[in-house]
Nanobody, 116 residues
Framework: QVQLVESGGGLVQPGGSLRLSCEDSRIIFSINTVGWYRQAPGKERELVATITRLGSTNYADSVKGRFTISRDNAKKNTVYLHLNTLKPEDTAVYYC?????????WGQGTQVTVSS
C-alpha cells in the first residue's frame, strides 16, 4: 500500500517551474479533498492548495496564479502540484495530505529549492 509519497522536487532558478506528484493508494485519498502543504525552514507548515474529489480548487494568496493543483483522472490516487514562476520564498519541503488532516501521518515530503 502506497501512502502519501511525494516526488518531483529539486533545485530551480527563480522564474522556473516544477511539477510535484503525490501518490496514495488508499480509497480515502481518492474520494476526499487533498491538499498540498509546505514548510520552510524555521516556519510552520502552511496549506498551499486544495482540490476536491470533483476537481474544485483553492489556493493560498501567495501562490495564486502561479501554482496549479490537479488530479489525474485516470489514476485517482495521484495529485499534482504545478509550480510556475517560482520565487526564492517558495523554497520549502512540500507535502501532500488529506484536507482537513486525518490522523498524524505525513510522508517524507519533497524539497523545492529556488535559487540562482
Amino acid at each position: 500500500q502506497v501512502q502519501l509519497v511525494e516526488s518531483g522536487g529539486g533545485l530551480v532558478q527563480p522564474g522556473g517551474s516544477l511539477r510535484l506528484s503525490c501518490e496514495d493508494s488508499r480509497i480515502i485519498f481518492s474520494i476526499n479533498t487533498v491538499g498540498w502543504y509546505r514548510q520552510a525552514p524555521g516556519k510552520e507548515r502552511e496549506l498551499v492548495a486544495t482540490i476536491t474529489r470533483l476537481g474544485s480548487t483553492n489556493y493560498a494568496d501567495s501562490v495564486k496564479g502561479r501554482f496549479t493543483i490537479s488530479r489525474d483522472n485516470a489514476k485517482k490516487n495521484t495529485v499534482y502540484l504545478h509550480l510556475n514562476t517560482l520565487k526564492p520564498e517558495d523554497t520549502a519541503v512540500y507535502y501532500c495530505n488529506l484536507y482537513p488532516i486525518v490522523g498524524h501521518y505525513w510522508g517524507q515530503g519533497t524539497q523545492v529549492t529556488v535559487s540562482s
